[in-house]
């Protein structure tokens, strides 16, 4: 027969596959592993008192670590998107700055300019 792996064990498994999705930058993998997770929790919900004290501080750190992953990605696509947007802005001014130091702003809709 085959065997089974444990609730928690699987657990953990998904949440390892969550950290290098989100380290990757696979946001597309993301959607899947939290269907997953949620299945695998609901099957754990019921094993809580008799999972090892260790296993559950093992998956509790392996969430922390991962929400923080979350977070930072967030932060990451809010900055790019936020980015872009200056970008596309067609009065955004980008600010240069000559080998004197003296600053001089620029549309960066501005395609006449050569680059050197």
Request: proline share 3%; aromatic share 4%.
């Amino acid at each position: 027969m085959f065997k089974r792996k444990s609730p928690a064990r699987e657990l953990l498994m998904l949440l390892k596959q969550e950290r290098v999705a989100l380290t990757l930058g696979k946001i597309d993998e993301l959607n899947e592993i939290l269907s997953k997770k949620e299945t695998a929790l609901k099957n754990i919900s019921d094993l809580k008192e008799s999972i090892h004290p260790e296993i559950l501080q093992e998956i509790s750190e392996n969430f922390a670590f991962n929400q923080m992953l979350n977070a930072s990605a967030q932060r990451g696509l809010s900055a790019a998107i936020s980015n872009l947007n200056i970008i596309r802005n067609p009065e955004a001014l980008l600010d240069t700055y000559d080998v004197d130091g003296r600053v001089k702003s620029k549309p960066f809709a501005s395609t006449n300019e050569k680059r050197v």
